[in-house]
Every structure is written in structure tokens, then in C-alpha cells.
């Protein structure tokens, strides 16, 4: 599976699904969610309202209608209440839930907005440190799942914590772990982000750059320090 942190506005996007940070109602009541609602049709809110509602941590689908996505899948992320609610658990359950749809309709490509960072206010660190594993644990079975950011914070973020799980992997195995775990890693974030011009030039660029970086992390001895400053070199390579 390919995992993409992306910018761009995810109404305009040609997927089998777009995933939408809803409220309970799925009345299109956060901004994003409104412009969903516009974008998708009279039928879609239509469709919307016939739901009768979504519980939180849950997931429910319809036809995309006027969008691009063929599919809309609306996830009701929790009320951020500082952490000590359960929100972590129930966010985790939001995306499971979606890629538990995704798979059942046989899915190959999917995107992701960054669920409950605008409508519920969980911090965006926060929420891309439970999104980036479950999205490529449970998301194993799709092809391409890219994760549309809105501004360069999110984008930030959610790039930051999929850096970090990768290297965490290749530390984990630093010392008698499989090298197919390093190979994966190695690919994972060659594509993380894509570049401004994607030629297959600047893409090998890329993987030459990363294998690089990656080298000289798995060869020191596994420690916080070595983690952060390798992860400052890959988000390096991403912003030049």
C-alpha cells in the first residue's frame, strides 16, 4: 500500500472514496463538511439526511453524486476534551471503521481528510500520531491511500508522525529484524510526499537521498537523538 501526505482540497479528488470528518447529524455542519455537502448535490444531502445519523467513532457510506469519489465515507470524530476522554481511542475507531468499508466495497484507492483537526479540534499532532499507524496496518488491502491536507501545520504534522513510525520501525529491527521491514520503510518514504515535479528523475533523486539518510540511522545505536535528527533530514529532503 502507498501512503501519501498530500496538500490540496479533497473535494476535487478522482478516488474510490473520499473520507469526511462529519458531525453526527452528517448535515454538513463543519467547513469542510459544508463544502463536501456543496460539491456532492442536492441527491448527496439527500442521501445524507435519509442516514438518520452516525454515532461517534463510526463510519457510514454513500455515493459521492456531483464529486469526483465515487463514494463518501462519513466518520463522526469526538469533541476533543483535553485527552482524558477516551477521544484518542475513539479517533482510532474512526478510521478503523472507515477502512472496514473501504475494504468491504473492495476499494483500491481512498483519501483521507485529516479526521477531527478542524470540526472536533484534536490536535493535529495528536491525531496524525493515531492516524499514521492504523492507515497502514488496517489499510494494507488498499492500493494508494493519500491523507489531503489543508495547510502546511497539518501537512507538517501528519508527514512528521509518518517519519517517525517508519524510523521507529527500522530502529525496532536495528539489531536482528528482517531487512524486508528496512526495504518497506525505504519505499514508504520515498513516496510519503510526493514532489513538485514527480518525474521518475527527481523520484529516484528522492530514493537515493532516503537510502542515504536511512543508512546512517540504521547504523548508529537506536536513541531519541538519532531519531530526531534523522527525522529533521527525511523532512528536510521533503521540503527542498
Known amino acids: 500500500m502507498e501512503l501519501r501526505v498530500v496538500c490540496g482540497d479533497i473535494t476535487t479528488w478522482k478516488c474510490d472514496a473520499i473520507v469526511n470528518s462529519a458531525s453526527e447529524s452528517l448535515l454538513g455542519d463543519s467547513a469542510l463538511d459544508m463544502r463536501i455537502h456543496q460539491a456532492g448535490g442536492l441527491s448527496f444531502r439527500s442521501a445524507c439526511s435519509s442516514l438518520g445519523g452516525c454515532q461517534e467513532g463510526k463510519a457510514v457510506l454513500t455515493y459521492g453524486y456531483d464529486l469526483p469519489a465515487r463514494y463518501v465515507i462519513h466518520t463522526v470524530p469526538p469533541y476533543w476534551r483535553g485527552g482524558a476522554y477516551q477521544e484518542e481511542a475513539l479517533l482510532l475507531s474512526c478510521y478503523r471503521s472507515c477502512l472496514a468499508l ?17 470540526d472536533k479540534r484534536i490536535p493535529p499532532n495528536r491525531a496524525a500520531a493515531v492516524a ?22 497539518t501537512l507538517r504534522a501528519y ?44 523520484q529516484a533523486d528522492r530514493l537515493v537521498s532516503v537510502r542515504q539518510v536511512l543508512q546512517a540511522y540504521k547504523a548508529r545505536p537506536a536513541s531519541i537523538v538519532a531519531l530526531e535528527e534523522t527525522a529533521a533530514k527525511i523532512m528536510e529532503i521533503y521540503e527542498t
Open 102 to 118: 473501504a475494504t468491504a466495497k473492495q476499494m483500491q484507492y481512498v483519501a483521507f481528510s485529516p479526521i477531527g483537526i478542524e
Open 159 to 202: 508527514t512528521k508522525a509518518a517519519v517517525y513510525f517508519w524510523l521507529q520501525k527500522v530502529s525496532d529491527i536495528q539489531a536482528a529484524g528482517p531487512e524486508t521491514i528496512w526495504k518497506e520503510a525505504l519505499l514508504a518514504l520515498t513516496v510519503l510526499r510526493p514532489a513538485g515535479d514527480n518525474s521518475p528523475d527527481r
Open 132 to 153: 499514521i499507524p492504523v492507515l497502514v496496518g488496517a489499510g494494507a488491502a488498499l492500493q494508494r491511500i493519500d491523507l489531503v491536507c489543508e495547510t502546511a501545520k
